[in-house]
């Protein structure tokens, strides 16, 4: 009798303990598969950018969010999903392994090591989709970033923290100018990220290369996604390429990051945009490409001194046809970055390498990024270079000119010639400022036009191992200042060198 009460009481506490618990793992099935794009059903509460597991060990990222469909890339493996298969939430939004032992390696989208060299260690991840920086969380960009290249520091200054855009044709210089600005790094305690979209493999092999005979590849990571990678790939290598510098950068480290090319990054999400069924819009892209480039460049920026001080310097590169930088993607990029370096096709054609067109390159924070010095040295230039211009399109019409206007199109012409400068060859601010005070000085006007490219190269030469003109220029340098008592020594050195020069007497 007592058995049955016990079994009673046991039955009626476990029915009144009773609770319906439905396990609901969120499966889907996939409806329509084809060109590295799955429409998936029966999914609900997937994120944006969250990772889904298809059968055979197969991922994607969820991108489309609709009432009734989930628009889903795939990562590779395309041919392993078929119409019918199941999906799988993983709960967790895609992310890349970042950190120290990424320095000197090359990486797919995805964070995984394609250079040869062995696995690292995976356990220190950031998510790929992350928001900028807060406007409390930055300051102003007042630190300069130097690329090494005269007609750059002086015209159009880099500051860190500073998204400057780099615009023109294709063969017009565009990478060489990102690449030497990486070059001159070195031993600036600045990490670099190159980000190749689209570009052809043997392309980046040879920068590869050269940064690793340059000693620069050992404070610069290469994110590849090539011309032969899918969409989805070409799509995500920026932001892969960003989180890696944002966990430099929250760390109070300085960095630079080059997006070669955002052109190529739009016709990769245009691509996928039209393979999940979205709307196109003017040029077929889809209407949020302004948004996933704001999206991106927002994240590189100065930060306040409370979090950390560290910075992400980034120089986006736009690929234009036939110069028009009028066009849809360009307008957009022009808008969103901090300026831009203008390189022209008729320029590079003529010889005048870096070709950099100065009247249509700006850069919105300006002498900021320079130091004082810098500022006195090049304070004239612009202008100087803006008068040759106008004047140079004016003499085309075949007028007479006078005495006054001859002499500011001969100086042009010397100023042009001074600013060439061949790749590879970074300049410290120091050999910069010596060479701009010969133009300020109107030092140039002793030598001829054929002979400014070899005085070039011996002045250098002469500035560097000369201890006379090195004591000249401390005092310049301590006192930060181009007056006259202050330059007068170091003037009567270098005119006394040009006059050896025009002789003959220097080699």
């Known amino acids: 009798m007592n058995k049955d009460i016990n079994l009673t009481t046991i039955i009626r506490n476990e029915i009144e303990n009773f609770e319906s618990k439905i396990q609901n793992n969120d499966i889907g099935k996939v409806i329509v598969v084809g060109d ?16 889904v597991e298809f059968e055979n060990n197969v991922f994607g990222i969820a991108l489309n969010l609709e009432q009734d469909l989930i628009g889903v890339v795939i990562m590779g ?10 999906v799988k939430r993983t709960k967790s939004v895609i992310s890349i392994t970042v950190g120290d032992q990424l320095l000197g390696r090359v990486v797919n989208a995805l964070g995984v090591p394609i250079d040869g060299k062995g696995e690292f260690d995976n ?10 920086p807060s406007i409390m969380d930055r300051k102003s960009v007042a630190r300069g970033l130097k690329t090494g290249i005269l007609a750059i520091d002086s015209l159009v200054p880099i500051g860190r923290g500073q998204r400057e855009l780099i615009i023109g044709d294709r063969q017009t210089g565009k990478t060489t100018i990102a690449i030497d600005t990486i070059l001159n790094q070195k031993g600036k305690n600045v990490y670099c990220v190159y980000v190749a979209i689209g570009q052809k493999n043997s392309s980046v092999a040879q920068i590869v290369s050269l940064l690793e005979k340059k000693e620069a590849l050992k ?21 892969s390429g960003t ?7 929250y760390k109070g480290k300085d960095v630079l990051i080059i997006y070669d090319d955002l ?37 590189s920026s100065q930060l306040s001194d409370a979090k950390n001080g560290g910075s992400i310097t980034a120089l986006p590169i736009i690929e234009t046809q036939a110069g028009d930088i009028s066009a849809y993607i360009p ?18 054609n003529s010889g005048q390498k870096p ?21 006195l040295a090049s304070s004239s230039l612009k202008l100087e270079l803006a008068q040759y211009n106008e004047l140079k399109a004016f003499a085309q019409f075949g007028s007479d000119l006078g005495p006054s206007s001859q002499l500011i199109l001969d100086r042009g012409n010397k100023i042009y010639e001074f600013l060439k400068q061949e790749k590879q060859q970074p300049l410290s601010e120091n050999q910069q400022i010596m060479l701009l005070i010969l133009i300020r000085q109107n030092l140039i006007d002793r030598l001829e036009l054929n002979s400014i490219q070899s005085f070039k190269s011996v002045f250098l030469k002469f500035i560097d191992s000369d201890s006379e003109i090195k004591l000249a220029f401390e005092v310049i340098s301590k006192n930060q200042s181009l007056e006259e008592k202050d330059l007068s020594k170091f003037l009567k050195i270098i005119s006394n060198f040009i006059e050896k020069f025009n002789l003959g007497h220097v080699f």
């Open 243 to 249: 989180s890696i510098a944002e966990y430099w950068m």
């Open 123 to 132: 356990s220190i991840k950031r998510e790929i989709f992350t928001n900028a």
């Open 36 to 51: 590295g794009v799955a429409l998936v059903s029966g999914i609900e509460r997937v994120k944006f950018g969250e990772l």
């Open 331 to 348: 307008t957009n990029v022009i808008s969103i970055t901090d300026g831009q370096i203008f390189v022209r096709d008729s320029l590079f």
């Open 355 to 375: 070709a950099i067109d100065i009247g249509l390159s700006v850069s919105r924070v300006g002498s900021a990024a320079q130091s004082r010095l810098m500022k």
């Open 219 to 239: 404070y610069t990571t290469v994110v590849l996604a090539g011309a032969s990678e899918l969409s989805p790939l070409q799509y995500l290598a920026p932001y």
């Open 263 to 299: 052109s190529k990054h739009a016709i990769a999400y245009r691509t996928l945009s039209l393979l999940l069924r979205r709307p196109p819009g003017r040029e077929a892209f889809p209407g949020d490409i302004f948004y996933q480039h704001s999206y991106l460049l927002e994240r």
């Open 77 to 86: 493996g395309e041919n392993c999903v078929f119409q019918g298969s199941i």
